[in-house]
């Protein structure tokens, strides 16, 4: 009886172990799996490629050329910086369209680039952007329009400007369409005369007392976009020239006061508005950081600020949105 007992649990003591053995094997082979898969131990963590000198790891870029856009989506009234990649001369190009329209071309950083400006109302949609070599090739990239939120303030005419009434609404309308008028008819220059990021026209930090874009609510009936940066500045702030440039105008206009245009060339203008004093003159060539005038309060404002505009071939963008782009900060 004590042999047969024995021999009993000999055998239950033989069946644990196998038991246990098996487990510890069956654990053993997950583990293995496991980190096959997974070297680093983290769930559903795919291994990273190594690199040795004998296998490096191969980094997929974008073949070049190819056109980038920046940013790459544009909001109604931004502008854009639009380079193709991997193209280093003018020469090499045929054309290059936005929308079937002709871009100017330039150098910037090496590469060939174009500037665009997206009218304030422009449509907004996607919009195909081509480039055509002299040897043949095309390379085709697309630009978003993104809509941009529509926003209306009341605003009031100036006393100066016969106040709030019929009159000074219908004058107000006639005497803007015949400034935008000569404004547009300035010749302009056609080589790119700025090698360097572009500055501020005021010194220290910027303060936007009246955003680009919104609709102002004049009078009953007349509605006007604010197609300019008002930055605040008291009277007779000395005001700088953002980049090197030809002065196209330097003279006083009924609604934007004294004002002074600069030509940056590649169809790019800055325009300085309801000054109090001038220092430049028709033609005069100046460079980053001069000083081109004073700060006031003349024209189509009521208290002292610096109306900044910035200019894209007659299209007047957002400036904060350009100095994102090209400007030094």
Avoid: C
Wanted: aromatic content about 8%; hydrophobic content about 40%.
């Amino acid at each position: 009886m004590t042999h047969h007992t024995q021999h009993q649990n000999h055998k239950r003591n033989k069946n644990f172990w196998i038991i246990i053995f098996l487990a510890l094997l069956a654990v053993s082979g997950v583990i293995f799996w496991f980190n096959l898969g997974n070297p680093k131990g983290v769930p559903g963590a795919k291994s990273a490629p190594t690199s040795t000198k004998s296998n490096p790891v191969k980094v997929q870029t974008r073949e070049k050329p190819y056109i980038s856009v920046t940013p790459s989506v544009v909001e109604q009234g931004n502008p854009a910086l639009i380079t193709v990649e991997g193209a280093t001369t003018t020469q090499s190009v045929q054309s290059f369209t936005f929308d079937n329209r002709p871009l100017y071309i330039f150098l910037h950083e090496g590469q060939v680039s174009a500037l665009l400006g997206v009218e304030l109302r422009a449509i907004p949609g996607t919009y195909p952007l081509v480039i055509t070599f002299k040897d043949g090739r095309q390379i085709k990239e697309n630009l978003v329009i993104e809509e941009r939120p529509v926003v209306q303030k009341p605003f009031d005419i100036p006393e100066k400007l016969g106040g709030n009434t019929y009159a000074s609404e219908r004058e107000l309308i006639s005497t803007l369409a015949l400034e935008g008028k000569i404004i547009n008819a300035l010749p302009v220059v056609w080589e790119k005369l700025w090698t360097e990021k572009f500055g501020s026209p005021l010194k220290g930090p910027l303060v936007v007392a009246d955003d680009y874009g919104y609709t102002r609510l004049i009078g009953k009936s007349t509605t006007m976009p604010h197609k300019g940066t008002d930055l605040e500045a008291p009277m007779g702030t000395p005001v700088y020239a953002m980049n090197r440039g030809v002065v196209k105008f330097a003279s006083s206009l009924r609604n934007y006061g004294d004002t002074v245009i600069i030509d940056h060339g590649a169809g790019l203008q800055t325009v300085y508005m309801h000054l109090s004093k001038i220092n430049v003159s028709l033609e005069q060539k100046v460079e980053k950081g001069d000083l081109i005038a004073l700060s006031g309060d003349s024209g189509y404002t009521l208290n002292p600020h610096l109306h900044l505009t910035i200019r894209i071939w007659d299209i007047s963008i957002d400036a904060m949105k350009f100095m994102e782009i090209l400007g030094e900060n």
